[in-house]
Structures are given as structure tokens and as C-alpha cells.
């Protein structure tokens, strides 16, 4: 059973290979210090780690997985016939568009109350993901740091920021070697009380304006 995230469901995920050419650095850039470029997300997605939390989470959230494919299954046997409906009034001589309106309406609601239901039965395998992401990148900048100073390099790049580049900046393999020695495996349960970085970071935000208004105006003379 393939596993479903709340992102696979909308549009699926793709990494980029780790062969995959990458843009180049500014000449001058490249004079002055060694460059090398890595792609994290592909890095991520290829190490040992996620890749064994991926076959981890298929048996942890079975249940899960198993009854968000069953009500998938059941929404689209609801929708087709209402889109079967839709598609033929459409195509009528002089259709009605009030109708037509009024149909594509329930559809709409239909896949949004659905897709809700789905992100709701799977919102464990979600919270898994991120918790084995984080766990990825807590331990991602000291491999990117090893790798890079293992083949002379001084600047690291990221793919989106350059043009070109030949492969032999392509530094993914390096590093990921690096992460796979340094993290072979993750755990895809998340500990009581786990709470993911971003909402950690919003909650510390809230905290220090919380106890910045606390704080006493100084006025000066």
C-alpha cells in the first residue's frame, strides 16, 4: 500500500535525483573558493533514514493507511456518477446554468468535505513525516559540513540559487553518505508532548512578545 500524506493526496511528491545537474556558481565565485552544490530535499528523501521510516510507517499506520484508501474509494464512487451527471447536462443543446452551477457546487463540496475526512484519518502519518524530517535535518548540516570540507569545497550552494553547473559540483552523494553514516535510522513514532519546530517556533514568538508587553517602559530624561 503506497503511503499517503496530506500532501501526497493533493499532489504527490517528487525529489529530484541525485545525479541531477545543477546550476553553476558565478565565475568570479568559483575563482576564489571551491564550489559544490547539494539539493537537501533529495538528500532527505534518499537517505537510509527516510527511506527506512517509509517502510516503517506502512506497518505503524496500517489502520490508518487501510481506512483512508477504503474512503477514498467510497468519496469517488459518490462523485463520478455526480461528475457523469454534470458532463452530460453540460453538454446539452441549451443547458441549464443555474443547474449546472448548483451541481458543480456539490461536487466542489463533496471533494472538500472528503479531502478533510481524508486529512483527518492520516493526520498520525503526517505527524510522523514531519517528525522523521526533523530528525533528518537536525543531523543535515553537520554532514553538508563534512562532506564539504572532505572534498576542499568553501561554498555550498543550493540548486534554485545558481544557473548552471557541470556534475562535478554536484555534491548530493557526499553528503549523503555523510547522513547515512551519521543517521542510519529514525524512530516514526513521535515521543508525548512532541510538538513540530514550526509550531515550537510560534509558540516561543508568542512567548517573548508576550514578556516584551509585560516589560516596564524606560522613558528618558
Known sequence: MKLLT????AAGL????????FAAAPA??????KVGIVNLPAVIANSSAYQGAQ?????TFAAQLQQAEQRRAALQAQINPLMTAFQTARQAANPDQAALQQQAQQIQQL????????NQILAPVSRSETYVTEQIEDRLG????AAAQAAGVTLVLSPDTVLWADNSHNLNEAVLNQLNTALPSVQVTPPEGWVPREMRQQ???AAAAQGAQGQPATSGR
Open 6 to 9: 496530506k500532501t501526497a493526496l
Open 14 to 21: 517528487a525529489f529530484a535525483s541525485l545525479a541531477a545537474p
Open 28 to 33: 568570479m565565485a568559483q575563482a576564489a573558493q
Open 55 to 59: 517502510t516503517a510507517q506502512q506497518t
Open 111 to 118: 471533494q472538500q468535505a472528503g479531502q478533510a475526512e481524508l
Open 142 to 145: 553537520a554532514a553538508v559540513q
Open 203 to 205: 509558540q516561543e514568538a
